[in-house]
């Protein structure tokens, strides 16, 4: 059972553009958001994240923007750079346990400059 | 800044023998876990750790797998008799405690190790 489908699998971008990465889960009890960016050979690093109370969370030129009705969240990349090329994850957790991250299946981005 | 380590960074090893991956977590961090990333595929949940016990696994955590925390500062994965298909990247996590400061429940991942199954 796949708890957070992910998609597209792969994506490339032109220097500038705007990368859309989609999520969505099915378990209620998840209240915890989190997107995970991996450069190959390194431990997956946490980009930015969101809990349900919010439907927006913006830092710097990433964006999360949650849909709770609809169990659905997506990660937006402004202005993307090639530094930005790398494996993105999205996740889900209860945060009020100590329990695990349920991860999507990753995203290859790749922004030709 | 802190952060999770991993040792080794690469362990190869032959089909039956024994394993044991070591983590230092962040040292105030009370929530420890085990990933895996087999080679192109998602990160895998393993099991979780609190309070000095196993606190969830996963269906592939089986008796081939043990955690342990030896002493105040390591974790270590064990893999009993190793099998072709452990072959893959195995992360250590951490978290604090989820009420503290700060985070709402970010897990620090260390860098991984590496194992090969030959």
């Known amino acids: 059972q796949q708890q957070v489908k992910q998609s597209p699998q792969s994506l490339i971008v032109q220097k500038g553009g705007i990368s859309i990465i989609n999520c969505a889960y099915e378990n209620t009890a998840f209240d915890y958001f989190p997107w995970y960016q991996q450069f190959p050979g390194k431990g997956p690093a946490l980009l930015i994240a969101i809990r349900p109370d919010v439907s927006e969370k913006k830092e710097g030129r990433f964006t999360i923007s949650f849909n709770k009705s609809a169990k659905q969240f997506s990660l937006h990349i402004m202005d993307s750079q090639p530094g930005d090329s790398a494996t993105y994850f999205c996740?889900?957790?209860?945060?009020?346990?100590?329990?695990?991250?349920?991860f999507g299946t990753g995203t290859s981005l790749t922004v030709i400059p | 800044e802190p952060e999770v380590t991993q040792t080794p960074s690469h362990q190869v090893t032959q089909m039956g023998q024994e394993v044991i991956l070591r983590c230092v977590p962040i040292?105030?961090?009370?929530?420890f876990y085990w990933y895996r990333q087999i080679l192109g595929q998602k990160v895998e949940f393993l099991v979780s750790?609190?309070?000095?016990?196993?606190?969830?696994k996963s269906e592939i955590f089986d008796d081939q797998f043990s955690v342990e925390r030896p002493d105040g500062s390591n974790f270590t994965l064990k893999i009993r008799s190793t099998k072709l298909e452990d072959s893959a990247m195995y992360f250590c996590a951490s978290k604090s405690f989820p009420f503290g400061q700060g985070s709402w429940g970010e897990q620090f991942f260390g860098p991984g190790t590496r194992l090969t199954v030959l």
């Open positions: 040292s105030n961090h009370l929530y």
């Open positions: 750790f609190y309070n000095n016990e196993i606190s969830e």
């Open positions: 996740a889900a957790s209860p945060s009020n346990t100590g329990n695990q991250f349920y």
